[in-house]
């Protein structure tokens, strides 16, 4: 079976000014361009040369990107055939790298029905834990982004922000280092998914977010696992409402099962 015919190099268009470092810019063009489509699924990369043509890079430069794509799953290259792109379930898709080209490229609603399924799965237990670990001062940061999100719904990224900064709090109160681990490299994807579920000029519904979110502050100070576990699913569940076009989806109850702190001495 003969290989796929190669697309061509990427198009340059305006020059690039080069405020990253060269390994980041060839990353990012050639990441990008695998995102968009540009080259699709199952096709061949241009050989290096071609590429270092194109972006005006080194060869070290262009073989180092492509060892990075490969390590995030997206490209693999075999002898005498070409580096051919992978199918999206070979990527990392909790790559800050790749998250970040989605974001550029535009996240379908697919795929934010995905990240939604991702919270849904995390952030109540999330919550659940966080009140069992939370300190007097995790309570009162939670507070405060709250009350962000109500002083200023309105401004473009005021309400998002603090909404976000909220969620990562919680996974990170938790107490599980892989929890706290997947706010830092979801905070992209986390940013886009709240953007388009937030109250938009929204008044009642605003009212309504924000009591949501302050009904989990509570249930944390009260060190209620069960009832913060619960007000995280309704906001949560309130944001599948939001996202005009996706379909309600199901979200179980849980039970908070727990080890205990290991034994010291």
Known sequence: MS?????PAIELGRPVKRRRAAHDLALHR?????????????????PKEELMRALDLSHTTIREALQTLAAKGMIAARARIGTRVLEE????????????????????RSLLGMLLEI??????LAAALAATHRTG?????????????????????GFVDA???????ILGMSGNSFMASLAAVTGTALTASLAMSAPDHDPPLEHLVLQQHAAIVD?????????ASDAMIAVIRQGWTNLQGLY?????????LTFPPDEEG
């Open 137 to 157: 001062a995790d309570v009162i940061r939670l507070r405060e982004l709250v009350a962000m999100m109500h002083d200023d719904p309105k401004r473009e990224h």
């Open 248 to 256: 309600p989806r199901p979200i179980a109850r849980i039970e908070l």
């Open 219 to 227: 249930a944390i100070e009260a060190r209620d696992p069960q009832a």
């Open 3 to 7: 290989p796929r015919p190669r697309r």
């Open 119 to 124: 919270r849904q799965s995390i952030e109540p």
């Open 30 to 46: 050639i990441g990008s361009a695998i995102v968009r489509g540009d080259y699709p699924v199952g096709s061949l990369l241009p």
């Open 89 to 108: 379930a070979h990527w990392n898709m909790f790559d800050a790298d790749l998250l970040g080209w989605r974001m550029e490229v535009g996240l379908s």
């Open 163 to 169: 909404d976000v900064e909220f969620h990562k709090l």
